[in-house]
């Protein structure tokens, strides 16, 4: 592949997705404006989905696949497709969505000089009966995602509806080995504290949910796996703190309050006033208490609440009736 300047390159990582990827691939190839090159990373799939992509490579000598020769995860199996890509703007693609043919040209049309853009998505079952209207609903009841800091403690970037201004590579490549976060939030956190992040309220794509790859905004978390998690998240926050990239008093001070906030979280350590007082007032009230709960209850009475939530959720809905 040789050097392409100002083109649109499209990252796929793959891992057996026979299934539902020439759906994805042919929503990719049907774009209003052309993609200039596809590069798809298998993850050593043990299905059909190598053979599908030299099938279509015979067709379209753009796509490019590289194979593991381990499994190395979404994260580091996305940085290996980036680093063989060549193109100014770079598009993220899972192996079992399906792009309306306008996504591509309405992202290139409105990323300006941003170093990351991102839609909203239709959210369907696997059938592409629509289970949502809006994927970013599921995560922005609790905060905006308008201060860089709110990267820090959620994310509302689907990597699979976001492009990227390859400027924002020089600075984030390679990826740090994260315990649990994943690229789309620590590019958007990067993008958002150069305060070089545009979002669009509008669907691009049908977000595709079913058994194999349900997302943990869509199905029920046991308790234990959150404060797991939470003990995971706080040492990435930590991996992170300490690039250059964030070296600054300021930001220094944000990652401390995100460390408490997940130490908190996994029961490792009881929130100190500053980062009550920073919760009040940035989270939304719900949240807020949400938090309260279960940080600052003991394991067990924490875990019982939590356990009763959905009971009193058609508690509330059978009143209502």
Not at 187 to 194: C, D, G, Q, T, V
Not at 204 to 219: E, G, I, T, W
Request: glycine fraction near 2%; charge should be positive.
């Amino acid at each position: 592949m040789g050097n392409i300047n100002k083109t649109i390159s499209v990252v796929m990582a793959t891992y057996n997705g026979a299934k539902y990827l020439r759906e994805q691939l042919n929503s990719i190839l049907s774009q209003s404006i052309r993609v200039n090159e596809i590069i798809i990373v298998d993850d050593c799939s043990s299905d059909d989905t190598i053979e599908i992509i030299k099938d279509y490579q015979q067709q379209y000598p753009f796509i490019h696949l590289i194979i593991n020769k381990f499994n190395m995860g979404v994260v580091k199996t996305f940085e290996m497709a980036i680093s063989n890509c060549h193109g100014k703007y770079i598009l993220f693609s899972d192996q079992d969505d399906v792009w309306f043919e306008n996504k591509v040209e309405t992202l290139v049309n409105n990323i300006g000089d941003n170093l990351l853009i991102y839609s909203d998505a239709v959210v369907v079952d696997q059938k592409l009966n629509k289970i949502s209207e809006s994927n970013l609903a599921f995560f922005e009841t609790a905060r905006d995602f308008s201060k860089y800091r709110d990267y820090l403690f959620g994310n509302n970037v689907t990597g699979c509806t976001m492009m990227v201004n390859r400027e924002i590579l020089t600075e984030t490549l390679p990826f740090p080995e994260f315990k649990i976060m994943f690229h789309d939030q620590y590019l958007a956190l990067y993008a958002a504290f150069k305060s070089k992040i545009k979002k669009l309220n509008i669907p691009l794509m049908f977000y595709r949910q079913h058994d194999k790859n349900v997302a943990a905004s869509y199905r029920s978390i046991p308790y234990s796996i959150i404060i797991k998690n939470s003990g995971k998240m706080a040492d990435d926050i930590k991996t992170i703190k300490n690039l250059e990239l964030y070296s600054h008093n300021g930001a220094q001070n944000d990652f401390n309050l995100a460390s408490d906030f997940f130490l908190a979280m996994a029961h490792k350590k009881y929130p100190p006033i500053s980062l009550l007082c920073f919760c009040k007032r940035e989270f939304s009230l719900r949240m807020f208490f949400w938090f309260i709960r279960m940080a600052c209850l003991s394991k067990f009475f924490a875990q019982l609440n939590y356990n009763l939530a959905p009971l009193k959720a058609k508690i509330k809905k059978w009143v209502a009736q």
